[in-house]
Each structure stands twice: as structure tokens, then as C-alpha cells.
């Protein structure tokens, strides 16, 4: 049960809500700004334009969403190719068992994945639950939602935040309560092969591939329009440059709510007040057999030619 708050304690809540970006009441425009190799890509695609069923159709028009890899959460390549190395290279079997759990993400041209959802306070996980949903999910704060629930006009899956309950400091937990109050959602979905973001209320969101970017430049979700935030193409040329010798593409994505992030004075994640990661189940599973594998062991022709092949369906 959390204390109630003295005089001085309002007094640094007050000043501690200045530094939040929360926005009562109508805001301005200013919405998402790609990174600059994002706004060099030509290729225009289309979010909504053939929508899973039962989503909803807002089309944003957008330049290519650039691909992150490498990033310290992210297990590297074993050295020397791990156990896989003990195999005979070139008699095709770990290449076979991969390209047939590639093929479980597939139906035709459609790429087939499921969402899980952890959810962490000030850097310790207060939640954690799986979206059997390939529309994607939208987060609120509901605390009498305790499991995902289809919303049937969107298509999405509600997942709540849960309560600020057990935290001992009373300043942490009046902020966090503060921004889940003023959260209204926050949508992570896929269409046409890109999942995307956005942002419904007053609570700004911003987001990372990695839990521990240094890159000072917080990226914001966009509240007018879907945000492309990912390609499945783009996770796919990771796992080809991975076969490459290259490091493994990413398989998570992290949004701080209520706070900058990436951190512009490089602040680490466990001081963020909101953290929620969302992992698309499809390509943590394939990534993870690609590192389990080694890359020399994925080197065949059929595998280089279906890879290519979604990479054209993408």
C-alpha cells in the first residue's frame, strides 16, 4: 500500500512532472523524425493498404524503414560458429531443419507471427504475456483487463499495463501512476509485411531496437499517422548478412513511455519509469535457430533462394 505523499514530497512531484512528457489537451504536429538513412530510401510503401482481417485501415504513405543490427541484447554470433561448426559443412541438414522452421512463419506470401509483451517498471518486469494475434496489439491501462482481449474494430489485442502496485518509492510511483492515467494506447501492429506504431492520447511514446541504445536521439511515435517501424524484409536481409559472417538482426523493440528514448543525455533504460518491450514471436524464433545453427552451417542454395524469394514477397 503506498503512503500518502507529504507537502515536500508534492513539491518534487510537481517538479519531476515538468521533465515528463505528458501533453494535456491538444499538442502540435511535430510527429516522428526518421533517421537520415530512413529519409535517403526511395522505395514508397503503403501501411493499411491490404490490412489483415478486422484491422483497421489508416494508410500512411512512407519512405523505407532502416534496419538496426548488432545491438548489445541481441546474442552474437558464436565464436567460431559454436557447436554448429562441428557439423559437416555442406551436407545441407542444419540449412534443411532452418529453411522448414522458415517455412512455419509462412503462408504463401503472408508471414505469420504472434506477439509477446513484456512490460517493466523502472527496469524490473511486472508483466510478461503472450498476443496470439497476427493484427498486433494495443496497449492501455485497464486494470481489470488481466489477459490480451481482441477488440473486434481494430483487430488488435488489448493488453493492459498493470497497476504501479509494491513500489516503495512514493515519487516513482505518483509519476508512473501519473503517465498510465494519461496513457490513452499505444498501437503495435503489422500490415503488408510492416509493423508499425501509433500512439492514441496525451502520453508521448518513443522507441529503439535495443534496450541499451546509446544513440542519444530519441525516436518518437508518430499520433497522426501509423509509424513504419519495421519490414520484414529488412529482418530477413539480416539473416542473410548474419549467414555472411555479419551480426544477427534484431527480434525486439522497446518503447519508453512518458520519456525520452533513446535517452538524449544517455541515460540507462532501468531509470525509465515505463519500459515495454514487444518481441514478434516469428522472428525471435528464427533468429534464435539461426544463432543455434552458426552461420557457416546455413549456407546452402535452397535456402539463399527461398530467403530471396520473401525478400521479393516482402
Given at each position: 500500500?503506498?503512503?500518502?505523499?507529504?507537502?515536500?514530497?508534492?513539491?518534487?512531484?510537481?517538479?519531476?512532472?515538468?521533465?515528463?512528457?505528458?501533453?494535456?489537451?491538444?499538442?502540435?504536429?511535430?510527429?516522428?523524425?526518421?533517421?537520415?538513412?530512413?529519409?535517403?530510401?526511395?522505395?514508397?510503401?503503403?501501411?493499411?493498404?491490404?490490412?489483415?482481417?478486422?484491422?483497421?485501415?489508416?494508410?500512411?504513405?512512407?519512405?523505407?524503414?532502416?534496419?538496426?543490427?548488432?545491438?548489445?541484447?541481441?546474442?552474437?554470433?558464436?565464436?567460431?560458429?559454436?557447436?554448429?561448426?562441428?557439423?559437416?559443412?555442406?551436407?545441407?541438414?542444419?540449412?534443411?531443419?532452418?529453411?522448414?522452421?522458415?517455412?512455419?512463419?509462412?503462408?504463401?506470401?503472408?508471414?505469420?507471427?504472434?506477439?509477446?509483451?513484456a512490460v517493466f517498471y523502472r527496469g524490473v518486469k511486472v508483466s510478461e504475456q503472450?498476443?496470439?494475434?497476427?493484427?498486433?496489439?494495443?496497449?492501455?491501462?485497464?486494470?481489470?483487463?488481466?489477459?490480451?482481449?481482441?477488440?473486434?474494430?481494430?483487430?488488435?489485442?488489448?493488453?493492459?499495463?498493470?497497476?504501479?502496485?509494491?513500489?516503495?518509492?512514493?515519487?516513482?510511483?505518483?509519476?508512473?501512476?501519473?503517465?498510465?492515467?494519461?496513457l490513452g494506447s499505444l498501437d503495435v501492429g503489422m500490415s503488408q509485411h510492416v509493423?508499425?506504431?501509433?500512439?492514441?492520447?496525451?502520453?508521448?511514446?518513443?522507441?529503439?531496437?535495443?534496450?541499451?541504445?546509446?544513440?542519444?536521439?530519441?525516436?518518437?511515435?508518430?499520433?497522426?499517422?501509423?509509424?513504419?517501424?519495421?519490414?520484414?524484409?529488412?529482418?530477413?536481409?539480416?539473416?542473410?548478412?548474419?549467414?555472411?559472417?555479419?551480426?544477427?538482426?534484431?527480434?525486439?523493440?522497446?518503447?519508453?513511455?512518458?520519456?525520452?528514448?533513446p535517452d538524449p543525455e544517455n541515460k540507462p533504460w532501468e531509470k525509465k519509469l515505463?519500459?515495454?518491450?514487444?518481441?514478434?514471436?516469428?522472428?525471435?524464433?528464427?533468429?534464435?535457430?539461426?544463432?543455434?545453427?552458426?552461420?557457416?552451417?546455413?549456407?546452402?542454395?535452397?535456402?539463399?533462394?527461398?530467403?530471396?524469394?520473401?525478400?521479393?514477397?516482402?
Amino acid at each position: 500500500m503506498i503512503a500518502a505523499e507529504s507537502p515536500g514530497s508534492q513539491d518534487i512531484l510537481q517538479e519531476c512532472l515538468r521533465g515528463l512528457n505528458i501533453s494535456p489537451g491538444a499538442e502540435g504536429t511535430t510527429g516522428f523524425q526518421p533517421p537520415t538513412e530512413q529519409q535517403q530510401l526511395q522505395n514508397q510503401l503503403v501501411i493499411g493498404a491490404h490490412p489483415l482481417p478486422g484491422q483497421q485501415q489508416d494508410p500512411v504513405m512512407f519512405e523505407g524503414a532502416a534496419r538496426e543490427t548488432g545491438l548489445p541484447e541481441q546474442p552474437a554470433r558464436p565464436a567460431g560458429g559454436g557447436a554448429a561448426e562441428g557439423g559437416s559443412y555442406g551436407d545441407g541438414q542444419q540449412a534443411a531443419q532452418f529453411l522448414e522452421t522458415v517455412n512455419q512463419t509462412r503462408d504463401g506470401d503472408h508471414f505469420k507471427t504472434h506477439f509477446r509483451v513484456a512490460v517493466f517498471y523502472r527496469g524490473v518486469k511486472v508483466s510478461e504475456q503472450e498476443v496470439p494475434n497476427e493484427a498486433g496489439l494495443r496497449l492501455v491501462y485497464r486494470p481489470d483487463v488481466n489477459d490480451a482481449v481482441l477488440d473486434h474494430e481494430t483487430g488488435l489485442c488489448i493488453v493492459s499495463l498493470p497497476r504501479p502496485v509494491g513500489i516503495l518509492d512514493q515519487i516513482q510511483a505518483s509519476l508512473t501512476q501519473r503517465i498510465l492515467d494519461s496513457l490513452g494506447s499505444l498501437d503495435v501492429g503489422m500490415s503488408q509485411h510492416v509493423i508499425y506504431g501509433q500512439r492514441r492520447g496525451d502520453v508521448k511514446a518513443y522507441w529503439s531496437f535495443s534496450k541499451f541504445d546509446s544513440s542519444m536521439q530519441p525516436r518518437e511515435i508518430s499520433k497522426l499517422n501509423p509509424e513504419p517501424l519495421y519490414q520484414v524484409k529488412d529482418f530477413i536481409r539480416g539473416l542473410m548478412d548474419f549467414f555472411d559472417g555479419k551480426e544477427s538482426p534484431a527480434s525486439s523493440m522497446f518503447f519508453c513511455l512518458g520519456e525520452k528514448w533513446p535517452d538524449p543525455e544517455n541515460k540507462p533504460w532501468e531509470k525509465k519509469l515505463i519500459m515495454v518491450e514487444v518481441v514478434p514471436t516469428s522472428m525471435e524464433l528464427l533468429k534464435n535457430a539461426a544463432v543455434e545453427c552458426g552461420a557457416s552451417s546455413l549456407r546452402s542454395v535452397e535456402l539463399q533462394m527461398s530467403l530471396e524469394e520473401m525478400m521479393d514477397l516482402y
